[in-house]
T-cell receptor, first 114, second 112 residues
Framework: DAGVTQSPTHLIKTRGQQVTLRCSPK?????VSWYQQALGQGPQFIFQ???????QRGNFPDRFSGHQFPNYSSELNVNALLLGDSALYLC?????????????FGSGTQLSVL | GESVGLHLPTLSVQEGDNSIINCAYS??????FIWYKQESGKGPQFIID?????DKRQGQRVTVLLNKTVKHLSLQIAATQPGDSAVYFC???????????FGKGNQVVVIP
């Protein structure tokens, strides 16, 4: 039973470029959330996808967008990259409506913007 | 790679001793709290959770205490082992629907 998987593990981009990060949720999960974790900080909620729609969004600009596919996998896209976008991007999956709200996290994609 | 945990409050504990990590949460509306462990280069790993209708919950070697009056959460690790060295985050759910708000984290260093 695979857990949450993310790709790539590391990525280097330059300012102004665009990036796409990918996530496959834990088997049986239907909801994917994305978090940004800056160095030395706790993860910050970006947005959540369920039934292929964005359901909740944190305090992130429109440069951050996402998508969820029919197989529940998800992508995070960031346009016009800034140096401050350098961070660990974490994907978490869960089951919508479950009484246990436990989130399972992937190992993340480390994005460096130069 | 870079290590999560730089500039974080650090608890150094002797192997075999008990560890206590504290967390102050901010939102009275939160009704669910989780402790996560994060090792360098990895994502957060679930340790234990507690709902607001409880004030204590025990797992294997871990205990979470919740004091809603002062909005305080603690994690106790019994007989700390070298594998417990990591950054520990508390998280709350002020918005519901699996949208968590994380604290800043505490680094635990176990001295063999």
């Amino acid at each position: 039973d695979a857990g949450v998987t993310q790709s790539p593990t590391h990525l280097i981009k330059t300012r102004g470029q665009q990036v796409t990060l990918r996530c496959s949720p834990k088997s049986g999960h239907d909801t994917v959330s994305w978090y940004q974790q800056a160095l030395g900080q706790g993860p910050q909620f970006i947005f959540q996808y369920y039934e292929e729609e964005e359901r909740q969004r944190g305090n992130f600009p429109d440069r951050f967008s996402g998508h969820q596919f029919p197989n529940y996998s998800s992508e995070l896209n960031v346009n016009a990259l800034l140096l401050g976008d350098s961070a660990l991007y974490l994907c978490a999956s869960s089951l919508q409506g479950a009484s246990n709200e436990k989130l399972f996290f992937g190992s993340g994609t480390q994005l460096s913007v130069l | 790679g870079e290590s999560v945990g730089l500039h974080l409050p650090t608890l150094s504990v002797q192997e075999g001793d008990n560890s206590i990590i504290n967390c102050a949460y901010s939102n009275s509306a939160s009704d669910y709290f989780i402790w996560y462990k994060q090792e360098s280069g990895k994502g957060p790993q679930f340790i234990i959770d507690i709902r607001s209708n409880m004030d204590k919950r025990q797992g294997q070697r871990v205990t979470v205490l919740l004091n809603k009056t002062v909005k305080h959460l603690s994690l106790q690790i019994a007989a700390t082992q070298p594998g417990d060295s990591a950054v520990y985050f508390c998280a709350e759910n002020p918005y519901g629907n699996n949208r968590l708000a994380f604290g800043k984290g505490n680094q635990v260093v176990v001295i063999p």
